[in-house]
């Protein structure tokens, strides 16, 4: 019973490039989105959120985007970089912070 | 200097045995966590205590006894391992209450049980 979706596994982009990254959720209960971003053998770090409320945050680099009726929300990263090649996990919270499987992100030299 | 420190990093031990995970947070938060991520990469909860007090608990078997000697601290305690508990094992911690909800993550330990 997978509250949080992340269809797509992983996903290659060029350097320079728009990066989105999708994420889908069924909890209608859900107040808080986040994104959180994770390199191999270290803990997630969180990156951005945003409140049931809004339909846009941004953070430099990074914009979440939601859009409650369709249950969907999105990361884009703009211009993609090197550093960016990690794994994002979209979560979200109701009594507490459910996390999706993860998108492996590969930005491309 | 680590916010959110677990040991060991690496653990690999034989079915049956009994063994302890440690978490430390030096954040001054409240609440703190344990999570499983499992073979599929599911990111998922298992408990939450608030200031020493369990209040989380996702249908963990009760093999699986955490301890928060004070808040700071979160260690987690398995007994009898089985195959199915290898995987990376994440603590966490946040303010409690309505707000952003922002967890802070140790690096994992990653456990293997053979």
């Known amino acids: 019973d997978q509250q949080v979706k992340q269809n797509s596994p992983s996903l290659s982009v060029q350097e320079g490039r728009i990066s989105i990254l999708n994420c889908d959720y069924t909890?209608?209960?859900?107040?808080?989105f986040l994104w959180y971003k994770k390199y191999p053998a270290e803990g997630p770090t969180f990156l951005i959120s945003?409140?049931?409320?809004?339909d846009k945050n941004e953070d430099g680099r990074f914009t979440v985007f939601l859009n409650k009726s369709a249950k969907h929300l999105s990361l884009h990263i703009v211009p993609s970089q090197p550093g960016d090649s990690a794994v994002y996990f979209c979560a979200a919270r109701d009594d507490k912070i459910i996390f999706g499987k993860g998108t492996r992100l590969h930005i491309l030299p | 200097d680590t916010a959110v420190s677990q040991t060991p990093k690496y653990l690999v031990t034989q079915m049956g045995n009994d063994k302890s995970i440690k978490c430390e947070q030096n954040?001054?938060?409240?609440?703190m966590y344990w999570y499983k991520q499992d073979s599929k990469k599911f990111l998922k909860i298992m408990f939450s205590?608030?200031?020493?007090?369990?209040?989380i608990n996702e249908t963990v078997p009760n093999r699986f006894s955490p301890k928060s000697p004070d808040k700071a601290h979160l260690n987690l305690h398995i007994n009898s391992l089985e195959l199915g508990d290898s995987a990376v094992y994440f603590c966490a911690s946040s303010h409690p209450g309505p707000g952003l909800g922002e967890l802070f993550f140790g690096e994992g330990s990653r456990l293997t049980v053979l």
């Open positions: 945003i409140s049931s409320i809004k």
């Open positions: 205590y608030n200031n020493k007090e369990l209040i």
């Open positions: 909890n209608s209960m859900f107040d808080y």
């Open positions: 954040l001054g938060h409240d609440t």
